[in-house]
C-alpha cells in the first residue's frame, strides 16, 4: 500500500520519534447524543486530523457520511507523524489515486464490531474497500486464565489503541501505525529500494533470490547495506564469499522465513493467549535454527521491540549464539501479496560462522 507514499515521501521527509507518552481519548458521543456519521465524527476529533486531511483531498469523506455500514481502521495522528507527515499540507505533495488507494486499504465495507471477530484468532481476513485483506488478530484472554481477558486487537502489525467506537453508519477502531501494504511480492518490493542492494545481490549469489517470487508466505528479516557493511559484507566484499566455501543458508538464508506470516505484533498476541511471546524452527538447508521474538508496551503505546537470532539445537547448553534487537516501527510489517518484510539493524551470522568445514 505505502509503496506508492513511500516513493514520494520518505526520500524528502524525515521520520520522527515515537514518544512513549499515553494516547489521547477521542472525543466519543454521550449516551444521549445522536451518533455521527463516519466522516463527522473524523472530521470532528483532533487526534484523527491527518487521516481526515488525507479523505478530504482524495474524496472519501463524503463518502464516509453515505449509509455504509463501514468499519475504519483509522491511524491516529502520532502514526502518520512515523512516516514523516505533519501537516495537512503533507498529502499534496502524494498522488492522489495511490493515497485514495491506501485510505480504502484501512476501511472495510461491513459493520465489525470487536464481538464478531473471533477470540483469540490470529491473522483472520477481512475484505476492504481496495478489494484486499487486511489481518485482524485478537488476543481476547489466555487459554489458561479466561477469567483475565486482554482484549488486545492487532491489524496487519499494528495496535489498536481505541476500539467499538459507533458511529451512525458503522464503527471505528484507532490503530497506532499506518498499515503498509505493496503490490508485488516480496522480491519486488526488496529490488525497488537500493539501500538492500546488498542484501539482495548476496541471495542471488547464493542462489536464494528467484524463491522469493514464488507462492510464499514468506517473512524476511533484512539487513540493509550499513548493517551488512559493519560485519564486513560489501557488494565489493561479497566475492570473497563464495559458494564453495560458505554455507549460503546459513549466512543468508537464516534471514528467509519459509512457510511463515508473521507481523511483529503476533508474538505479543501470542504471549497473552499462549504464554510464549517467540519461536524458533530450522533453517532451511542447515542445522541450525532461527529464534525470534518480539514484545510491546501496549500501555505506553510505544514501538514493538523485536529479536531475531540463531541457535545449535546440536549445543543447547550455548544458547542463542547471536541475536540482533530493533524497534524501528516505521520500517518494518511490509505486507506484499506473498509475505512481510521486516527491517533487521544487525547482522546475525558472522562469515566466519559460515565457513564450510
Known amino acids: 500500500m505505502f509503496k506508492y507514499i513511500r516513493t514520494c515521501m520518505m526520500l524528502s521527509l524525515l521520520p520522527l520519534a515515537f514518544s512513549a507518552c499515553k494516547h489521547d481519548e477521542l472525543a466519543v458521543p454521550g449516551e444521549k447524543e445522536s451518533f455521527r456519521l463516519a466522516g463527522d465524527f473524523i472530521r470532528n476529533?483532533?487526534?484523527?486530523?491527518?487521516?481526515?486531511?488525507?479523505?478530504?483531498y482524495t474524496g472519501l469523506a463524503e463518502e464516509m457520511n453515505g449509509p455504509g455500514p463501514y468499519t475504519l481502521l483509522v491511524p491516529g495522528n502520532t502514526a502518520f507523524n512515523e512516516l514523516g507527515i505533519t501537516r495537512p499540507s503533507d498529502f499534496q505533495k502524494l498522488n492522489k489515486d495511490s493515497l485514495k488507494a491506501a485510505l480504502q486499504y484501512h476501511i472495510l465495507s461491513r459493520r465489525l464490531p470487536s464481538s464478531a471477530i473471533p477470540a483469540n484468532g490470529v491473522d483472520i481476513r477481512?475484505?476492504?474497500?481496495?478489494?484486499?485483506?487486511?489481518?485482524?488478530?485478537?488476543?481476547?484472554?489466555?487459554?489458561?486464565?479466561?477469567q483475565?481477558?486482554?482484549?488486545?486487537?492487532?491489524?496487519?502489525?499494528?495496535?489498536?489503541?481505541?476500539?467499538?467506537?459507533?458511529?451512525?453508519?458503522?464503527?471505528?477502531?484507532?490503530?497506532d501505525k499506518v498499515i503498509k501494504y505493496n503490490p508485488g511480492t516480496v522480491q519486488d518490493w526488496l529490488a525497488a529500494r537500493p539501500e538492500y542492494s546488498v542484501f539482495v545481490a548476496a541471495l542471488k549469489q547464493f542462489g536464494l533470490w528467484n524463491q522469493l517470487s514464488g507462492e510464499g508466505p514468506f517473512t524476511v528479516l533484512s539487513p540493509d547495506n550499513e548493517a551488512l557493511a559493519k560485519a564486513g559484507i560489501t557488494m565489493e566484499s561479497l566475492q570473497l564469499y563464495t559458494p564453495e566455501r560458505?554455507?549460503?543458508?546459513?549466512?543468508?538464508?537464516?534471514?528467509?522465513?519459509?512457510?511463515?506470516?508473521?507481523?511483529?505484533?503476533?508474538?505479543?498476541?501470542?504471549?497473552?493467549?499462549?504464554?510464549?511471546?517467540?519461536?524458533?524452527?530450522?533453517?532451511?538447508?542447515?542445522?541450525?535454527?532461527?529464534?525470534?521474538?518480539?514484545?510491546?508496551?501496549?500501555?505506553?503505546?510505544?514501538?514493538?521491540?523485536?529479536?531475531?537470532?540463531?541457535?545449535?539445537?546440536?549445543?543447547?547448553?550455548?544458547?542463542?549464539l547471536r541475536s540482533v534487537t530493533g524497534n524501528t516501527s516505521r520500517r518494518n510489517d511490509n505486507l506484499t501479496d506473498n509475505g512481510v518484510v521486516h527491517y533487521l539493524p544487525g547482522v546475525v551470522v558472522m562469515p566466519e560462522e559460515a565457513l564450510k568445514k
Open 45 to 56: 476529533n483532533y487526534d484523527l486530523s491527518l487521516f481526515n486531511a488525507a479523505m478530504e
Open 126 to 146: 477481512y475484505a476492504n474497500l481496495a478489494n484486499k485483506e487486511v489481518y485482524l488478530t485478537y488476543a481476547a484472554f489466555p487459554v489458561d486464565y479466561p
Open 148 to 175: 483475565f481477558p486482554t482484549n488486545h486487537i492487532y491489524v496487519n502489525g499494528s495496535f489498536v489503541t481505541k476500539k467499538d467506537v459507533v458511529l451512525a453508519n458503522g464503527i471505528l477502531y484507532v490503530l
Open 246 to 320: 560458505y554455507l549460503g543458508a546459513r549466512l543468508f538464508g537464516v534471514y528467509l522465513l519459509r512457510k511463515r506470516h508473521f507481523f511483529l505484533t503476533d508474538f505479543p498476541a501470542f504471549s497473552s493467549m499462549y504464554g510464549a511471546s517467540g519461536t524458533q524452527a530450522a533453517i532451511e538447508g542447515d542445522s541450525y535454527e532461527y529464534t525470534m521474538s518480539a514484545t510491546k508496551n501496549t500501555y505506553q503505546v510505544s514501538p514493538t521491540v523485536y529479536t531475531f537470532g540463531y541457535q545449535d539445537p546440536a549445543r543447547p547448553f550455548l544458547g542463542v
